[in-house]
């Protein structure tokens, strides 16, 4: 007899193990003694500098945001430049995506990235 397992199930596993395992790696952390300094500006022609987050922060972001209403896949396969990411992601604002300003150019940063 086989099992089937739903994708959506899967990833939802997948999902809350990764989420289980973040949490329990930060229990009993220790703070530092010293403040983190803050990532590299990127500096644009004429315009303000914005921090530039890690890779990894820029990925839990978009995990984040996406996720509430598609499956992780569906952003992933996606094959966009920035223009097209810009768009999607206006459109998903239009939709109720909940983000910042600044949380928009991250996503659109990271998802179009080559």
């Known amino acids: 007899m086989t099992m089937r397992i739903s994708r959506t199930r899967c990833l939802t596993t997948v999902l809350l193990a990764f989420v289980l395992v973040a949490l329990l790696a930060g229990c009993g952390a220790e703070e530092p003694d010293t403040i983190a300094p803050e990532p590299p500006a990127v500096e644009n022609e004429g315009e303000a500098t914005t921090p530039m ?5 820029a990925q839990a972001l978009v995990e984040t945001k996406c996720s509430g209403c598609h499956e992780l ?4 396969a996606a094959d966009h430049d920035r223009a097209g990411w810009e768009s999607t992601v206006a459109r998903m604002e239009a939709n109720g995506l909940q983000i910042t300003a600044e949380e928009r150019e991250i996503i659109i940063d990271y998802l179009a990235q080559d």
């Open 73 to 76: 896949g569906r952003v992933w």
């Open 53 to 57: 987050p890690d890779a990894d922060a």
